[in-house]
């Protein structure tokens, strides 16, 4: 079955309307995202993207909003077959229209095969790949230009936990974003310590929620209070249906990326429900 893009749209309108209060006075509808990576669902073939698609439609469809990272060759397959409450995210996007820059998709391309969201500068892109706060910046200021979503990623490494330097390496991070950003309704953070991706350590709740305070309260006084009680913070970091909900727990804690356990759609419907 094929679902226009207008249904995933009205899904996720009505779920901003029907939204609860996070923190304060703000409303926050809590976001949680499935970051497949190199990864065709389970397998290596569009047979395998097609199971775990069907296993996700079928799942009940949560109170909080719902995207899915594909890799860039089935974004389509996705974007035709996913349930109107699952939105396709790309994992990457470039800062420019086009032009000789090989291996690279636009924001523009992704808006015209119907795709509205991206991440960006995921710590993979950074480590494996090189990716500067710099290129992060340019990205997102082009996705805001065309009215892209993106989900910036942020982080820091093991040893930088260790010596209590996490928001010192953060703060780079979070300017390159906010330095670009114009319209706030359009970015969503995903707080990652680069530690927890997929080496099965996570942080635990009050780490997670501590560090999710603090960036929140860097961009109050850097930004403006308004800004900081409204945009949405994941966390990301071997999230799984074990730990999910003594991590939504935390107040500031706006939903999750998940990697691994999003490939399992039992385990990521589980993940998603501890926010109905």
Not at 205 to 222: D, F, G, K, L, V
Request: proline residues 4%; aromatic residues 6%.
């Amino acid at each position: 079955m094929v679902f226009p893009s207008s249904s995933r749209r009205a899904v996720s309108a009505a779920l901003r309307a029907k939204r609860a209060p996070r923190r304060g006075l703000a409303t926050r509808t809590p976001i949680v995202g499935g970051n497949w990576k190199l990864n065709a669902g389970n397998g290596t073939t569009k047979g395998s993207i097609d199971e775990l698609v069907k296993g996700l439609n079928e799942a009940k469809a949560p109170a909080c909003e719902v995207f899915i990272c594909p890799p860039t060759l089935y974004l389509d397959r996705v974007q035709a077959s996913a349930a109107p409450h699952l939105m396709v995210c790309a994992q990457n996007v470039y800062c420019k229209q086009k032009g000789a820059f090989t291996g690279e998709t636009s924001a523009d391309m992704l808006l015209d095969m119907g795709i509205n969201w991206s991440l960006i500068g995921h710590s993979e892109r950074r480590d494996i790949f090189g990716e500067t706060d710099e290129l992060l910046g340019a990205k997102i200021a082009y996705a805001q230009s065309v009215g892209l979503n993106a989900v910036p990623c942020i982080g820091e490494h093991k040893e930088e936990r260790e010596a209590g330097r996490t928001m010192d390496v953060l703060v780079p991070q979070l300017k390159a974003i906010f330095d670009n950003v114009s319209d706030w309704t359009k970015i969503v953070i995903a707080y990652e310590p680069v530690w927890a991706i997929g080496t099965g350590l996570t942080a635990t709740p009050e780490q997670a929620q501590e560090t999710h305070a603090n960036i929140r309260s860097w961009i109050s006084t850097n930004v403006s209070a308004e800004v900081a009680d409204g945009i949405r913070i994941q966390y990301g970091g071997s999230v799984n249906d074990k730990n999910s909900e003594a991590l939504a727990a935390g107040e500031d804690i706006d939903g999750f990326l998940v990697g691994g356990a999003s490939l399992k759609a039992p385990s990521f419907g589980s993940i998603c429900s501890v926010f109905d």
